[in-house]
Every structure is written in structure tokens, then in C-alpha cells.
């Protein structure tokens, strides 16, 4: 039985069309494929032909899908693997799809790198490590990240860290100097600050141990304790407050002296 074109509908959607042959419902396609193949009413169509129209509408689906989704920012060849997977655009497709839009330097892991990076080191905080794990977990190559990290140099990675620093600082005044220094180290760490730039950091940070500081601080947290522990026994009341103290960062001497301290004034 001859195979004819019998009627093109206009979809809802722009640029979609359905085809019917022989008075049935046959497939969809884009404006774009009805061009490309000059469909019309009262076209025969063989087997092979219907195959490789529905194919090439497949692609080109797909292809306006990724062209949509790449219109509103910089995409990964990952991002775009995934985002036409979801739509469930056949796997064969895909990597034609992808490699199209390579050509066309609509894809550049690249250049999406680097402007990552230059993004990152302009608006938050974070170090190269963690850089590096975002850019990892949105399918960019490991050499290509490392390559764009160059641009988040040393000296940009101080600067950044000592801003932060300075913040957790204060934010950790009430601890002791220890404590402190150690908080500040485990967040730049978190971060995504490498060790050797971390100790840059604390070392511009300058931050300065002051006796007095550290008693007033040491003697509010000690007198806390001794509030909180008021059912224990001297002895026990004491080690117990030592322990947590000690935790805390502060020295075995100095606490055993604020202890003395507080035990004679509530005498």
C-alpha cells in the first residue's frame, strides 16, 4: 500500500507539526525537519524515509532542547548529557547532539571553567579545593579545573583567606587562643584552603595572645562550669572543670589557677 502524506497539522506547540499519512496519525516533527525534507500533502513516503525523518526529528529535539538550555547560562558537557537524558533523548543522539554544539563552541568545558573560577574567587569564599570538588561534580576533567585554578593565585588566596580569617576571629573571641587558632585553621581548611596558604594566613593574620584576655575569658567559662556542677564534690567539681577546660584549649596552669580563684571567693 502507497504510503502519502494526506494532512500537516499545526501542533499547539511553535514549531511542532503532525504528520498524517493515509488519513492516520503518523509521527511529529519540527519546522526545521519539514523544511529540510520539503514534507507536503501528498507526498509518498517510504519505510526508509519515515525511519530517517523520525530520527532526524529526534535530533533535532534534542538539539533545540540543549539550545534552550544552554540560552540561560554557561553549561557543562556533563550538565548537558544530563539535562537531554532527562529528557529522554536516546543515548546515540546525544553524543551527536553534544558534539554539534562543540563544533559551534556552544560547549567548552574550558572556558565554563575558568569563568568559574573567576566567579568563585569574585564572590564567595571558598578555596581551590573545594573549587575544584564543584567543578569536579559538574563532569569538568581534572587537568582542565586544575588548569583554570591558575588564576586563583597565591597571593589572591592570602588576600581572601585573611578576609575570612578576620571574620572567624571575631566570631570565635570568646574562645581561647588556642581554641581560636585552631577553629580558625579547621574552617579556612573546610574552606578549601590548602595548608601552606593557611599558615600564610595566620601568620598576616597576626594574631596576638593577650594574658589578660585569656583569663577574663578563661575565668567567664570556668565560673560557668562551677554554676553548672554545683551537685558534685569539690574534687570532682574541680577535675570535671578541669577536663572540659583543657578541651577548650586553655593551659592545665592556668586553669588550676582560675579554679583556686573561684573556690576562695565562693568559700
Not at 23 to 50: C, T, W
Not at 116 to 144: A, C, E, F, Q
Amino acid at each position: 500500500m502507497v504510503k502519502k502524506i494526506t494532512m500537516i497539522q499545526t501542533q499547539k506547540k511553535v514549531g511542532r507539526f503532525n504528520i498524517y499519512i493515509n488519513n492516520k496519525y503518523a509521527f511529529p516533527v519540527s519546522e526545521s525537519i519539514l523544511i529540510k525534507y520539503r514534507l507536503h500533502k501528498g507526498q509518498e513516503l517510504d519505510e526508509n524515509l519515515i525511519e530517517e525523518i523520525k530520527l532526524a526529528d529526534d535530533i533535532s529535539k534534542g538539539y533545540n532542547a540543549a539550545l534552550n538550555y544552554l540560552s540561560y547560562q554557561l553549561r557543562t558537557r556533563k550538565e548537558v548529557e544530563d539535562k537531554l537524558r532527562s529528557l529522554d533523548i536516546h543515548e546515540d543522539y546525544i553524543s551527536e547532539i553534544i558534539n554539534k554544539l562543540i563544533d559551534l563552541d556552544l560547549i567548552n568545558d574550558k572556558n565554563y571553567a575558568e569563568s568559574y573560577v573567576r566567579t568563585m574567587m569574585n564572590t564567595s569564599d571558598k578555596g581551590p579545593k573545594v573549587i575544584k570538588l564543584n567543578l569536579s561534580k559538574k563532569g569538568i576533567d581534572d587537568n582542565i579545573a586544575e588548569d583554570a585554578l591558575i588564576l586563583y593565585t597565591d597571593k589572591l588566596q592570602v588576600e581572601k583567606g585573611v578576609t575570612l580569617a578576620e571574620k572567624l576571629a571575631n566570631r570565635y573571641s570568646h574562645d581561647s587562643y588556642r581554641n581560636k587558632q585552631n577553629k580558625i585553621k579547621q574552617s579556612l581548611l573546610t574552606k578549601g584552603f590548602s595548608y601552606d596558604i593557611i599558615d600564610t594566613i595566620i601568620q598576616e593574620l597576626d594574631l596576638i595572645f593577650d594574658d589578660d584576655t585569656e583569663r577574663e575569658i578563661l575565668l567567664e567559662k570556668a565560673n560557668k562550669l562551677w554554676s553548672r556542677y554545683d551537685n558534685l564534690d569539690i574534687k570532682k567539681r574541680k577535675f570535671k572543670i578541669q577536663q572540659a577546660l583543657f578541651k577548650q584549649g586553655f593551659s592545665f596552669s592556668n586553669i588550676t589557677s582560675a579554679l583556686d580563684e573561684i573556690e576562695d571567693t565562693n568559700i
